[in-house]
């Protein structure tokens, strides 16, 4: 499949349903981002792209300066509905990651292969942009599927899904399943299901996505053209970085202008 960068609508689908599906994963995301910003001393962070606001909230309620914003309405729809209900005073937008100018903060992050929407040629205006966001020696935190894990053996498989997953009172079902070429385009093909309770009927839908992905040295050549050093690097898991062993690859990068 051709990889274009993602419209604003990408996620309309699937935004009333995202916590429910990657709960579980998200939890164990916010821990490691938060150790991540204390580490590195960050007070104020930006996160452009916030989708249904995970990383906000949690990082308000541990004591961050957070902004946060998105490209698609529905998911930050979502956020600023949780935002509310956690009593969490933040500014939530509607924004680009590749041209929103929001201010000076110590940090920026995009989670959970937020990059991997854009194109490589649309990934550099993004890397530029967020360090205009960022001040000087102010650090970006990001992650993406690993190329040379997927490229290797039958790896891919890992990435096959059959979940489920209870909200209010539906039950959701999520089966996927992905490719892979030389080139780092990942296609994943899902199929959503969602029975209502104490009811046979059930609606599904199919669709199919692209991402780009990169090996952990083209994502340093990458930073180093934008004005980034990379910093460190370490699987989304919380284990030390392996090339050919992270699946996940969550990267830390300071902004050298």
Do not use: W
Not at 89 to 106: E, K, Q
Not at 155 to 161: A, G, K, S
Not at 243 to 249: E, F, G, N
């Amino acid at each position: 499949m051709k990889h274009v960068s993602a419209k604003a609508s990408h996620y309309d689908y699937a935004a009333d349903k995202y916590d429910a599906i990657n709960e579980k994963f998200i939890e164990v995301q916010n821990v490691i981002i938060k150790e991540i910003l204390k580490k590195y001393k960050l007070e104020s962070v930006l996160d452009l792209s916030c989708g249904t606001g995970s990383q906000v909230i949690y990082l308000a309620k541990n004591g961050f300066k957070v902004v946060g914003s998105d490209l698609n309405r529905k998911m930050l729809a979502v956020a600023k509905k949780k935002a509310t209900s956690a009593k969490i005073d933040c500014r939530l937008l509607l924004g680009d990651m590749r041209t929103s100018r929001l201010g000076s903060f110590d940090s920026v992050i995009t989670i959970y292969n937020a990059i991997g929407h854009l194109t490589k040629s649309d990934f550099k205006i993004a890397l530029r942009n967020i360090s205009n966001n960022l001040r000087p020696g102010g650090i970006y935190v990001f992650d993406i599927f690993n190329l040379t894990y997927m490229l290797d053996g039958e790896n891919i498989t890992t990435l096959t899904i059959d979940k489920m997953a209870r909200e209010n009172n539906h039950t959701i079902r999520k089966i996927q399943f992905s490719t892979i070429d030389h080139n780092g385009i990942l296609a994943s093909h899902t199929t959503s299901i969602v029975a209502k309770a104490n009811t046979r009927r059930a609606k599904e839908a199919k669709g199919s996505q692209t991402l780009q992905i990169y090996s952990a040295l083209e994502l340093k050549q990458l930073l180093e053209q934008c004005g980034f050093q990379l910093v460190a690097k370490r699987s989304m898991d919380g284990t030390p970085f392996n090339d050919k062993k992270t699946k996940h690859i969550l990267l830390i990068a300071k902004n050298m202008k």
